[in-house]
């Protein structure tokens, strides 16, 4: 009964920053990846930036320079800095871990007006 409790999605104007956080709760334990997704209609689920357990960060070419990943182990909580946000950033974000099995939280969705 793994939940992943994200927070943060919003409206924003171009340029502008934003913070979401995603903290797992109920049968937790230390996930290998954590990480961040993002989809709009009609177009795949795509990976926006992932960290290991041994804190090693991936991003999409789209958003590096812009974003930023953390997480606290102990906490199974990941975080996505976003800045210098840009229109092209709107999208449902996901937050994402991994373990065997793949846990999603709900989503939140993320919106950049010009």
């Known amino acids: 009964q793994v939940q992943l409790v994200e927070s943060g999605g919003g409206l924003v104007q171009a340029g502008g920053s934003l913070r979401l956080s995603c903290v797992a709760s109920g049968n937790i334990f230390v996930f290998d990846h954590m990480g961040w997704y993002r989809q709009t209609a009609g177009n795949e689920r795509e990976l926006v930036a992932e960290i290991t357990r041994g804190g090693s960060t991936n991003y999409a070419d789209s958003v590096k320079g812009r974003f930023t990943i953390s997480r606290d182990l102990a906490k199974n909580a990941v975080n996505l800095r976003m800045s210098s946000l840009k229109p092209e950033d709107t999208a449902f974000y996901y937050c994402?871990?991994?373990?065997?099995?793949?846990?999603w939280g709900q989503g939140t969705q993320v919106t950049v007006s010009s």
């Open positions: 994402n871990a991994y373990s065997n099995i793949n846990y």
